[in-house]
């Protein structure tokens, strides 16, 4: 199969294996929200380093900063003071185009809630990222069969999310997020909408997917269940890390 879409992210990515650089490398990042006359620290000082390749969760209670970091991380917010650097490259400084060029690029999502586009079908769900490199037709075909294929979904090809469960749902959610061969995947409560059988069907898929095309999870989660899928485990209580190391 012609993989040319993702020559680039792929030679970027050996670069950064030769190099042995991390995934993730925060130092010193503090975010502060203005709310009414009030300064609401939600992040203070983090220091973190995520390796490549991993599967990384961030825990701890609501209010803790799990999804202020997930947001900096995926250069979805930026940081009041600090340096955040994502597979090398330093990003709390870039203008907002870069940014924006940066996350097409690099980095997928995946959320609870799916987020998938209600009148498109599965297939042009995960076709859409690609549409919006400008991919001739013919290549995203072959594209996202593969992607389908590799969720178990290319009989659901023709099925809206409305006719999908959320286990299937979410697997479509999956495929989207990787049909860009991005170098980094974060999602926030990804199984939070599933029972447990589904939430370890999907975080099993998922680790399956990591394995294959060699891309960096990170994920917050409240569910106890899928911990012991993680390479890494980061707890977060009030905006800062009170504990982080590999999943014993």
């Known amino acids: 199969m012609d993989m040319s879409f993702s020559k680039a992210p792929e030679m970027q990515r050996q670069a950064a294996q030769a190099a042995n650089i991390n995934a ?9 929200y203005r709310m009414g006359k009030t300064d609401v620290v939600a992040l203070q000082s983090v220091d973190l380093a995520i390796k490549r390749e991993n599967f990384t969760f961030l825990v701890g209670p609501s209010g803790s900063g799990k999804t202020t970091l997930l947001n900096l991380i995926g250069c979805i917010d930026r940081p009041t003071a600090g340096e955040i ?11 907002d185009d870069a940014l924006s060029d940066f996350r097409n690029q690099h980095i997928g ?3 609870q809630n799916f987020n998938l586009i209600e009148v498109l079908s599965t297939f042009e769900n995960v076709e859409y990222p690609l549409i919006l490199q400008k991919m001739p037709a013919a290549e995203r075909k072959e594209i996202v069969q593969e992607m389908l ?19 299937q749902r979410q697997r479509v959610a ?38 294959h095309y060699k891309t960096s999870f990170i994920f917050s989660t409240h569910d106890q269940e899928v911990m012991s ?18 999943q014993s």
């Open 174 to 211: 999956i495929a989207r997020a990787l049909v860009k061969r991005p170098d980094l995947i974060l999602a926030d409560e990804p199984t939070a909408n599933l029972d447990s059988r589904t939430s370890r069907d999907i975080i099993e898929l998922m680790l399956k997917m990591q394995q």
């Open 109 to 111: 999502y995946i959320f």
């Open 85 to 95: 650097k994502i597979m090398g490259s330093p990003v709390a400084k870039l203008s």
């Open 24 to 32: 993730v490398e925060i130092a010193g990042v503090t975010r502060t």
């Open 229 to 246: 899928y993680a390479d890494y485990v980061v707890t977060l209580k009030d905006g800062s890390i009170v504990s982080r190391g590999a």
């Open 149 to 167: 294929n590799a969720v178990g979904l290319w009989d659901r090809r023709d099925h809206r999310p409305e006719q999908l469960s959320g286990g």
